[in-house]
């Protein structure tokens, strides 16, 4: 499936390290869906490290993050006691929203090719309509693109 910005984020229901959360509970406001490959990785962790030193300005504009991988709930804990992260992570142990979203694909990784999560962002307005998206998401300056995108909105 491909997400198409102008059109309706795909609906969701999942599992949090916070409780269970669904694309309607985001009614009314912005939302920062990132989705990363995995916990306490050296880009996953500066990716994180960036959204939460940035957390007071997603939030005066008016957007909530989720983060997003295929790690279990336990491992979301540790990850955000261990670096004070503000902001609630979802496992997608089954992949479906991965699959919903497009970003399972195939990665190649010195020769192996395996299927892992392409590192993407998707920002969702209060309508639950996709108006940007970033995918083969490179972590420097990534944060200020999708800040410079909330001013625009």
Request: charged letters at 25%; one cysteine or more.
């Amino acid at each position: 499936m491909t997400v198409t910005v102008g059109q309706p984020a795909p609906a969701f229901n999942v599992e949090t390290d916070e409780g269970p959360r669904s694309l309607g509970d985001y009614q009314g406001k912005r939302l920062v869906l990132y989705f990363y490959p995995k916990d306490d990785t050296s880009g996953c962790t500066s990716e994180a490290h960036q959204f939460r030193d940035e957390f007071l300005r997603f939030t005066i504009n008016k957007a909530e993050i989720l983060g997003v991988s295929k790690d279990s709930i336990a491992s979301h804990e540790k990850f955000r006691a261990k670096h004070s992260l503000p902001f609630p992570l979802a496992s997608d142990s089954d992949g479906a929203l991965c699959e919903a979203f497009g970003v399972w694909k195939e990665k190649n990784n010195y020769g192996k090719k395996y299927m892992g999560i392409e590192r993407s962002t998707f920002l969702i307005d209060e309508n639950g309509v996709v108006v940007k998206e970033w995918r083969k998401v490179k972590v420097s300056g990534h944060v200020q693109a999708i800040l410079d995108a909330l001013h625009e909105l």
